[in-house]
DNA sequence: GAAGATTGATTGTTCAATCTTG
DNA sequence: CAAGATTGAACAATCAATCTTC
């Protein structure tokens, strides 16, 4: 099928959400980051306290699959956070290979701070633009997303992977999912709230919580 | 200023941005680099590439500011890639200090088949949406990652930094460039090409290639 | 035995210090 | 002396192997 779609203008496209992406990580996430916690939290770890947040009983393995690190690299990073009081982990009675994580009073306060940092940036960035313009960009953006999840080609793609992707950007109503294939992990992983207003979720074991794609870059 | 955007509405577009970019790195991205380069070729490798393709006159310095990773660890890609006959390095008789980079045979046809697998790909992602649509949405983008840009605080913000951030999707025409304040990296290591249709660039002196944002984690 | 978490060797990164050259 | 590239120690990531618990 022929398309008016031009090679000069996707690569347009992705130039300006690539430039996008860096943008919102290495300035907007990385003031805000700084503001609430100086240098003492990295990127990733506060992955892990938003993860830890949304889901119960996280183990060391979707810990992994979520920060889209190794299992042996997760297992450090939680370490830390309980050394730093910022993660508290408490032995699960029936299985004592897993803990169970939660929050602390002083990681709650922080990432209530980083939340409430973030939409007052937010909103000046996103101030002078129309509500509609950007659900229109979001939803966009989404389809696009699936398309490209769905145009993977071989390795392991069963339909039921886990989406892994929104880091600490979770939706309940995520529109990702709804178009794709992928399970969301916070969802699976919240005991109560089973899938808040539509979507039943089909599947509902977890297993193996593969990545979106290979992350690493070699 | 009261503005209808709220915080629900900037957290689900942040989200679909984050979405669509580990969409298109993990996956999109991973799966033409595994298409051209099996597992020989890390994504930070294929940036190099891209850079002493489009730039002449590379240091070190520069394909470290480049990458987001500090000279050394830009001195030991470099010699990896020359050892892999991916890169040639050539002494500058002025200044031994520095050297001159350029690509091999090699290395040329493995960009050219990057960029033939990109096009083919992108095109089937993008083959059911609007190039107005797209076009419209690419430049949303721009002024956003400019709007985020100029809101960066404080720490070495000189208007005359360089951007470095459309990584292997180098453009011509830059919009961010435009509506922002940085001056494009790429361009200003083109000794021809000086700044093609419009648009002057001013400054011309590299110095002190400093980052878009702290890139590190920590 | 299997599932999951942790250890040990290797690799790649940063930072501070050193070397090189103009 | 200054600018830039490289070295060496410290640290974090990976993978393979081991240990623990059911």
Redesign the pocket.
């Known amino acids: 099928m022929s398309s008016p779609i031009t090679p000069e203008l996707t690569h347009e496209f992705l130039s300006s959400a690539r430039v996008f992406a860096k943008a919102v990580r290495d300035v907007f996430e990385a003031a805000i980051l700084q503001e609430v916690a100086g240098d003492k939290l990295?990127f990733?770890q506060l992955k892990l306290l938003y993860l830890v947040a949304q889901a119960d009983s996280?183990?060391?393995?979707?810990?992994?699959a979520f920060l889209?690190?190794?299992?042996?690299?997760?297992?450090?990073?939680?370490?830390?956070l309980v050394r730093r009081r910022l993660l508290r982990r408490s032995d699960i009675q029936?299985?004592?290979?897993?803990?169970q994580l939660s929050l602390t009073e002083a990681s709650r306060r922080l990432l209530e701070a980083y939340e409430a940092a973030r939409n007052q940036r937010a909103a000046e960035v996103f101030a002078q633009y129309l509500p509609e313009e950007l659900q229109h960009t979001s939803e966009l953006l989404d389809r696009l997303a699936a398309g490209i999840a769905r145009q993977r080609p071989d390795q392991s793609a069963h339909e039921d992977e886990l989406c892994l992707q929104c880091e600490i950007y979770f939706r309940q109503r995520c529109r990702f999912k709804e178009f794709g294939a992928r399970h969301c992990f916070y969802q699976l992983h919240k005991s109560d709230q089973p899938d808040p207003p539509s979507v039943p979720t089909g599947s509902s074991e977890?297993?193996?919580a593969s990545d979106f794609g290979q992350?690493?870059?070699?």
Do not use: C, M
């Not at 996280?58 to 992994?64: C, P, Q, R, S």
């Not at 889209?68 to 830390?80: C, D, I, L, R, Y």
């Open positions: 990295t990733v996280v183990t060391i393995g979707d810990a992994a889209g690190v190794t299992s042996p690299a997760a297992s450090k990073s939680v370490e830390k029936g299985d004592r290979r897993t803990s977890l297993e193996a992350s690493k870059e070699g």
